[in-house]
């Protein structure tokens, strides 16, 4: 089973609690990395979020309310206090068990989250942003996870970059199309023309493979992506080698 398909049905697990809320769920991306398969996806009422990670088991699970935001474990150890009774996160055999332990924890001490004013909510957020500022003893004594948000806020910061990446990449692909056509019309134009393996040459190599990378930029799948364009661009001198070895301009 993926973990696409993994989170798909630990949804099932917290969609009936979330959707008597005014929650609507929202699969986000699904993809491979060096640390393996991975999916998300988020569940949404007006400015509250609820957004969940799924690699080989549940991971991290944050809450935001409007600009605030807070992971699950740091969440529930500032609303309960050390030695907090969250079932979330455990340890488990079996992936569904965390999709459980969270809606256990999501139906006996997410209330304000969920249908409240949020100012229990905001309370915590104020309440780890001050757990910060103490000593890694003193967290440790105190019975504050490691992370205290320093690791979710960093990983937003580089989504955010990586999608301002994409937008670029995928625009340079659509210029590099649009000229690709314009330079087509030029040879038609100018009666310059390829024989039958140059014509399969440059749409699978000069039109396809830049599309094609484009789409494996846009899905995230970073390592095909960049197979495909160690393949183009020494197929694109080859090309030009050919065009120039072979091809004739017409006697005037």
């Known amino acids: ?6 989170l798909r049905r630990g949804t099932e697990i917290l969609g009936p609690v979330l959707s008597a809320n005014g929650f609507t769920y929202c699969e986000g991306r699904a993809a491979h990395s060096s ?4 999916a998300s996806g988020k569940y949404v009422k007006e400015d509250r979020i609820l957004e969940i990670h799924f690699r080989h088991s549940l991971g991290l699970v944050t809450y935001q309310i409007g600009s605030e935001s807070i992971r699950h474990e740091v969440f529930m150890r ?6 907090a009774g969250n079932h979330y996160p455990g340890f488990a ?3 569904m068990d965390g999709f459980r332990d969270l809606r256990y924890d999501l139906e006996n001490f997410a209330a304000d989250f969920l249908k409240g004013t949020g100012e229990h909510f905001h309370r915590c957020v104020n ?3 001050a757990a910060r500022k103490l000593s890694a003893f003193q967290r440790m004594e105190q019975g504050w996870p490691n992370s205290l ?5 960093s990983m937003q910061r580089r989504a ?3 999608s301002a990446l994409v937008g670029f990449a995928i625009g340079i692909v659509l210029i590099h199309f649009a000229i690709n056509v314009a330079h087509g019309i030029a040879h038609t134009h100018l009666a310059i023309g390829l024989n039958a393996f140059q014509k399969i040459f440059v749409a699978a190599v000069i039109v396809v493979a830049p599309l094609f990378a484009a789409y494996l930029i846009w899905k995230g799948n970073c390592a095909q992506e960049g197979r495909c364009w160690l393949f183009q661009w020494p197929a694109r ?4 080698f050919t065009i120039t070895s072979f091809c004739r301009a017409p006697t005037m």
């Open 149 to 153: 948000e320093e690791k979710y806020l």
């Open 127 to 129: 309440e780890a942003l």
């Open 237 to 240: 001198l080859l090309l030009a």
């Open 93 to 95: 055999s079996d992936p």
């Open 160 to 162: 955010d970059n990586r």
């Open 1 to 6: 089973m993926t973990a696409l398909e993994t």
């Open 35 to 38: 640390g393996g398969e991975y």
């Open 78 to 83: 500032a609303l309960l206090g050390q030695g």
